[in-house]
């Protein structure tokens, strides 16, 4: 049940935030609306993901080390969508997760 609500509100605020970048993006481009949406990043929280149990090692074996990343990537995005040098961004959603996702 809990992932039916956190997979709801993951979908409302990318819909959301497609919704303000249509909207408010015609301001002659001086608004914009993105997500950061972040993969795994090295807290006390996650600090044990990489001993698996045998289900897990079963389940996520085969895609390799898993190498979490940083507070300061997560950062450096948010500085990057605050710059000018994304100004023709708008309405997406960044994923910074060191291509997890993407195995």
Same mark, same amino acid.
């Given at each position: 049940?809990?992932?039916f609500f956190?997979? #709801?509100l993951i979908h409302a605020v990318i819909v959301l #935030?497609?919704?303000i970048a249509a909207f408010y993006g015609r301001e002659n481009g001086k608004i914009h609306a993105n997500v950061i949406a972040p993969g795994s990043i090295a807290t006390g929280m996650t600090a044990n993901l990489g001993t698996l149990d045998p289900l897990g090692t079963?389940?996520? +074996? &085969?895609? +390799?080390?898993?190498n979490g990343g940083?507070?300061? &990537?997560?950062?450096? #995005?948010a500085l990057f969508l605050?710059? !000018?040098e994304s100004k023709f961004i708008n309405g997406d959603v960044i #994923?910074? !997760? +060191?291509?997890?996702t993407s195995r």
């Open positions: 049940m809990f992932v956190r997979k #709801t #935030t497609k919704n079963l389940t996520f +074996g &085969d895609l +390799g080390p898993f940083e507070a300061d &990537d997560i950062a450096n #995005t605050a710059s !000018d #994923t910074v !997760d +060191g291509a997890w």
